[in-house]
């Protein structure tokens, strides 16, 4: 079985400061983790995502995102937040070897003060 | 040229009843998949089709029955619609060899029953 657990709901940043969202995941498989961004009343884009090569991936609009084996972790991360990076941010989890679905966290809002 | 394209984007109907939403891709994968995002941004996957052939079927009422007459079409078909059902539907496709490499999802579908 495979799961994702996003630790905060809401993540409240000022524009131009660090960016985290944390995501903690299991799974009976070696996984694949993936971050998508849903902006309002929009679909779902792939941010990045890592399928065993390089545990730090980096994605688009200056987001990357480290796989740590031991910590079950893989945090999203930005040096500097802009206000078009308020948006719906999930983690989700898939096997490497790809024969289960993409399973979903809740999701983390993030929302940006000018 | 769109990806993954659904139609419509909006639909609004009354409890009781049969709606339809379609949804094709034009990227030459092998396997598409139904997600539903419920009112609070959880999304949980409903059904994946394989080359025509239904794969994954998770618990979803029986109301909801899916139709692939291609692979290239996955659309989703809903019986005797009730007020639960509100909630955006999402399309998605991967490559069968490649589910590690995450979905291409569609802009998603707003059902809204009165």
């Known amino acids: 079985a495979q799961s994702v657990t996003q630790l905060d709901s809401h993540v409240s940043v000022s524009e131009g400061t660090p960016v985290l969202l944390r995501c903690n995941y299991s799974?009976?498989?070696?996984?694949?983790l993936f971050w998508y961004v849903q902006h309002p009343n929009k679909g779902l884009q792939l941010l990045l995502k890592?399928?065993?090569?390089?545990?730090l991936v980096k994605g688009i609009n200056g987001f990357e995102a480290e796989f740590k084996k031991s910590e079950t972790s893989f945090h999203l991360t930005k040096p500097s937040a802009h206000m078009s990076d308020a948006a719906e941010y999930f983690c989700?989890?898939?096997?490497?070897?790809?024969?289960?679905?993409?399973?979903f966290g809740k999701g983390t809002r993030l929302s940006v003060i000018a | 040229d769109t990806a993954v394209s659904q139609t419509p984007k909006y639909l609004v109907t009354q409890m009781g009843n049969d709606k339809s939403i379609k949804c094709e891709q034009n990227?030459?994968?092998?396997?598409m998949y139904w997600y539903k995002q419920d009112s609070k941004k959880f999304l949980k996957i409903m059904f994946s089709?394989?080359?025509?052939?239904?794969?994954i079927n998770e618990t979803v009422p029986n109301r909801f029955s899916p139709k692939s007459p291609d692979k290239a079409h996955l659309n989703l078909h809903i019986n005797s619609l009730e007020l639960g059902d509100s909630a955006v539907y999402f399309c998605?496709?991967?490559?069968?060899?490649?589910?590690?490499?995450?979905?291409?999802f569609g802009s998603g579908t707003r059902l809204t029953v009165v």
């Open positions: 989700v989890v898939s096997s490497v070897s790809g024969n289960t679905p993409l399973v």
């Open positions: 799974s009976s498989y070696s996984p694949s």
């Open positions: 890592y399928t065993s090569a390089a545990t």
């Open positions: 990227l030459g994968h092998d396997t």
């Open positions: 998605a496709s991967s490559q069968v060899s490649g589910p590690k490499y995450g979905y291409t």
């Open positions: 089709y394989n080359n025509k052939e239904l794969i």
